[in-house]
DNA sequence: TTCCGAGTCAGG
DNA sequence: CCTGACTCGG
C-alpha cells in the first residue's frame, strides 16, 4: 500500500502480528482488532466499520479525513502498546531468535515477491480454455446418455442419487449426510468396470482445471503491472508454513497432464528465464535428523534415491533389486510416518487390511526403531509441556492431546507428531528466502525471487545471470541449516514454470 | 442478495 | 498432517 503511494518502509523493527503468530502460531487469528481487544482490551475500528462492506463499501481514499485518521491513529497507538505487551514474553520464551532472525527479516523478501508478480502467458490459457471446454461438453454428453438422464454433475447429492440408486451401483463409503462420491470411491467403481463413474472422474478433473485456474486465473492478472500478484500469508498457518491466497498459488497443479499444460503457462519476462529450486525430501531428511536414527541417516548419506533406500531395508532386500511396488510401498509408509499416520489411515491408501498395514508398520519401525522413539518424544513431550516444536524453536501448543474425546486426542497426537517436521521444513525455507534475497542484491543481480512453495522457490533472471543465481541458490538453501544429512536441493533453469523443474 | 457448512480437490 | 478455492444448497 505504501509502495503504490511512492513510500519505501525501512528500519521496521516490530510486528505484533508477527510476535503474537510466532507466540502461538494456533492463534484463529493474529488480526490487530483482535489482538487488540484481547491483550489490550480496547476495541478498535474494523476495517469494515469505516469503509462498509458489501454493495456499499466504498473506498479508502472516500472516507473522511477524521474518519481515517481515528481508523490509523488509534491502530498505531495499539502496535505500540502490543509491543510492550508481546516483547517480554518473547524474551521469555526464547522466541526472540525466530521473531528477529527469521520472520521479521521474511516480511520484506514477501513484500517484494508480491510486489513483483509473475506473468501468465494469455495464449496458453485461452487455448486450454477452449480445448478444456470442448472435452468437458463432450463428456458431459457421454455421461447423460450413460445415465440416461440429465443432472448437475457438480452435485455430489444428485450425482450419488444416480450411481447408487438409478445405476444400483454399490456404496463404498459414507459422509455426515449421505453417500461419497469422491475420487476414490469413484476409481474403485470404475477399477469394477463400470463407465459412469470414469467419466464422471475425467469430468470432475476438467472442472476443477477449468473453473479454479483456466477460467480465474486471466482475471487475476493486474491490468496496470500485467501480472498476478498473490498475497502471501505469514500468520495463517499453525506450522509455520506461508499460504498463498487471492489468488492461491502455492496449489497450482502439476501431477497430471492438463495440470502440467496449466503450469507451461506460467513464464517469465520476456528474454528471461526462470530458475526453479525444490528441496530434496526436506521433511524425512529433518525426521532422519531430529530423530537421529541411524539406519535413516546412513539411507540418506549413501544417496540415491531414499523411497527405494528405506524399501531396501524394510523388505530386505539389495537396493537395487526392490521393485517398483516395494518402492511404492516404502514411499508410501515414508509419508504416512511424516504425518503421523496409524495403521488406519495406512490401510485406507494402501487399499490393504488394516492387520497388514499393522504388521508393515510394525516391520517398518523394527527397522527404524530411532524414528519410533522420535515419534513418541514429540507426544509425550506435548503431554508433559502442552506444546511441541521446530528446529528454531517454533512451538505449537497441542491442547487436544488431553481431550477426553479419543478421535480429538488422536488428532492430537498426530499433530505433535507431524508439525516439528513441517515447521522445521518451513523455518528451513524461510531462512533460505532471507539469505537468497540478500545475496541477490548484494552481487548485484537482478534476478528476482516471484514464489514459495513450501518446499521450492520460482525465481526469474535474465540469461545472463543464470548461472550465478543458480548456485546461489543452491548453496543458500543447502546451507540453511547443518544437519546429521546432507540438505540437497536442485535447481532447474526454462522458459516456463513447469519446464524449468528439473 | 448474502452467508455458511459440507463435499470435493488442487498443492505441499 | 498443512493449506485455499470452487460448487451446491439451505
Redesign the pocket.
Known amino acids: 500500500m505504501l509502495r503504490q503511494a511512492g513510500i519505501e518502509l525501512a528500519g521496521v523493527t516490530f510486528d505484533p502480528m508477527i510476535a503474537s503468530f510466532v507466540l502461538d502460531p494456533g492463534r484463529r487469528s493474529h488480526a490487530i482488532e483482535n489482538l487488540s481487544l484481547e491483550h489490550l482490551a480496547h476495541a478498535l475500528p474494523s476495517y469494515e466499520d469505516v469503509v462498509g462492506?458489501?454493495?456499499n463499501a466504498q473506498g479508502f481514499p472516500a472516507i473522511a479525513p477524521s474518519v481515517a485518521g481515528d481508523y490509523s491513529g488509534t491502530r498505531s497507538m495499539a502496535v505500540l502498546a502490543l509491543q510492550a505487551v508481546f516483547q517480554p514474553f518473547l524474551e521469555r520464551m526464547a522466541a526472540e531468535p525466530l521473531f528477529r532472525g527469521i520472520e521479521m527479516p521474511l516480511i520484506e523478501v514477501l513484500v517484494d515477491m508480491e510486489w513483483r508478480g509473475i506473468a501468465i502467458d494469455a495464449e496458453v490459457f485461452a487455448r486450454l480454455g477452449r480445448e478444456f471446454q470442448e472435452e468437458l461438453s463432450t463428456l458431459v454428453r457421454q455421461i447423460y446418455a450413460a445415465a440416461g438422464e440429465e443432472f448437475?454433475l457438480?452435485?455430489?447429492?444428485?450425482l450419488g442419487a444416480v450411481l447408487f440408486e438409478k445405476l444400483q451401483l454399490p456404496v463404498l463409503k459414507k459422509?455426515?449426510?449421505?453417500v461419497?462420491?469422491?475420487?476414490?470411491v469413484?476409481a474403485q467403481l470404475a477399477a469394477m468396470g463400470h463407465e459412469v463413474p470414469h467419466l464422471i472422474?475425467e469430468h470432475?478433473?476438467l472442472q476443477?482445471?477449468l473453473?479454479?485456474y483456466v477460467d480465474?486465473l486471466p482475471g487475476a492478472v493486474n491490468p496496470r503491472t500485467g501480472r498476478i500478484h498473490t498475497t502471501f500469508?505469514q500468520t495463517?498457518?499453525?506450522?509455520g508454513?506461508l499460504?498463498?491466497?487471492?489468488?492461491?498459488l502455492?496449489?497450482?497443479?502439476?501431477?497430471?497432464p492438463r495440470?502440467e499444460a496449466i503450469r507451461r503457462g506460467f513464464v517469465p519476462g520476456p528474454e528471461w528465464v526462470f530458475v526453479v529450486a525444490d528441496y530434496s525430501q526436506i521433511e524425512l531428511r529433518l525426521m532422519a535428523h531430529m530423530s537421529e536414527d541411524p539406519a535413516f541417516i546412513a539411507a540418506f548419506r549413501r544417496g540415491g534415491d531414499i523411497h527405494r533406500e528405506t524399501a531396501a531395508i524394510i523388505f530386505d532386500v539389495p537396493a537395487p533389486e526392490v521393485t517398483s511396488e516395494m518402492r511404492a510401498r516404502a514411499k508410501t509408509i515414508n509419508f504416512a510416518t511424516i504425518?503421523?499416520q496409524g495403521p488406519f489411515a495406512l490401510a485406507k491408501q494402501l487399499d490393504i487390511p488394516q492387520q497388514d498395514a499393522k504388521e508393515f508398520i510394525a516391520a517398518y519401525f523394527e527397522r527404524f526403531a530411532g524414528v519410533r522413539a522420535f515419534l513418541d518424544r514429540q507426544v509425550e513431550h506435548a503431554r508433559d509441556q502442552g506444546y511441541v516444536e521446530t528446529l528454531f524453536g517454533r512451538r505449537r501448543y497441542i491442547p487436544e492431546i488431553k481431550d477426553k474425546n479419543f478421535n480429538t486426542r488422536a488428532?492430537g497426537e498426530?499433530?505433535a507428531q507431524?508439525?516439528p517436521l513441517?515447521g522445521s521444513a518451513a523455518d528451513l525455507i524461510k531462512r533460505a528466502m532471507i539469505s537468497i534475497h540478500h545475496g541477490l542484491r548484494a552481487q548485484g543481480l537482478e534476478a528476482q525471487m516471484l514464489l514459495q512453495?513450501?518446499?521450492?522457490l520460482v525465481f526469474e533472471a535474465p540469461l545472463a545471470e543464470v548461472d550465478a543465481v543458480r548456485d546461489l541458490v543452491k548453496r543458500e538453501m543447502e546451507s540453511a541449516a547443518d544437519l546429521l544429512v546432507p540438505l540437497v536441493a536442485d535447481v532447474g533453469v526454462g522458459p516456463n514454470w513447469l519446464d524449468a523443474k528439473a
Open positions: 462492506k458489501g454493495k448437475n457438480n452435485s455430489p447429492k444428485q459422509t455426515k449426510t449421505g461419497s462420491t469422491d475420487a476414490d469413484l472422474l470432475r478433473e476443477k482445471l473453473s479454479t480465474v500469508n495463517g498457518a499453525a506450522t508454513r499460504s498463498s491466497s487471492d489468488p492461491n502455492q496449489n497450482i497443479p502439476v501431477r497430471s495440470g504425518y503421523g488428532f498426530r499433530t507431524n508439525s513441517q512453495v513450501h518446499d521450492e
